[in-house]
């Protein structure tokens, strides 16, 4: 009878402990702003990291002065005169009350600009967070990077072709 219950005390606190996922996920950190006038709304910018490197995952916040409520936006990604495709500005998943991207990365360096269309009550503005420096990619070069991490692909391959020419070697 002790053990049952203690299993079923075990069990219960597993399962009421398991269904916070959203501990699970630390806070967005945000180490840098930027202020850009889009219209008749102040947005501030918010970087996870700084300086901002390419191919470097971080997450981008984008708070409008008197929040999100009841406003829509684009986001516009340039780099000199090549325009990406405009995307729509979404809570960001883990801090719910702002605009955000999710472990996004830019892919190349350079000066970029972020163009943001806002549509709200007050109307609709635009406004550009112009030469944002992005820096060189950090670490090795992206060759190299694959190259070191297909080694132990290569000694799995190599350990099981030598397996099994020993154990075919045995049975005949």
Do not use: C
Request: glycine fraction near 10%; avoid cysteine; hydrophobic fraction near 45%.
């Amino acid at each position: 009878m002790r053990k049952t219950l203690l299993g079923l005390v075990g069990t219960a606190a597993l399962l009421f402990g398991l269904t916070t996922p959203a501990l699970a996920f630390e806070p967005v950190n945000v180490v840098h702003t930027e202020k850009v006038k889009a219209g008749p709304y102040d947005l501030t910018i918010g970087f996870s990291t700084w300086p901002v490197k390419a191919m470097q995952s971080l997450d981008f916040t984008f708070v409008p002065e008197n929040g999100i409520e009841g406003k829509k936006g684009t986001l516009t990604l340039l780099r000199g005169d090549v325009e990406s495709d405009d995307s729509p500005l979404a809570r960001h998943p883990r801090k719910r009350d702002v605009w955000g991207l999710d472990i996004f990365a830019l892919p190349e360096p350079g000066a970029w600009t972020m163009r943001f269309d806002v549509d709200g009550p007050a109307g609709a503005g635009t406004g550009e967070l112009k030469n944002l420096q992005v820096m060189e990619q950090p670490g090795p070069p992206m060759g190299l990077s694959w190259a070191i991490s297909t080694i132990p692909l290569f000694g799995l391959i190599a350990l099981i072709v030598v397996a099994w020419r020993r154990t075919r070697a045995t049975v005949a």
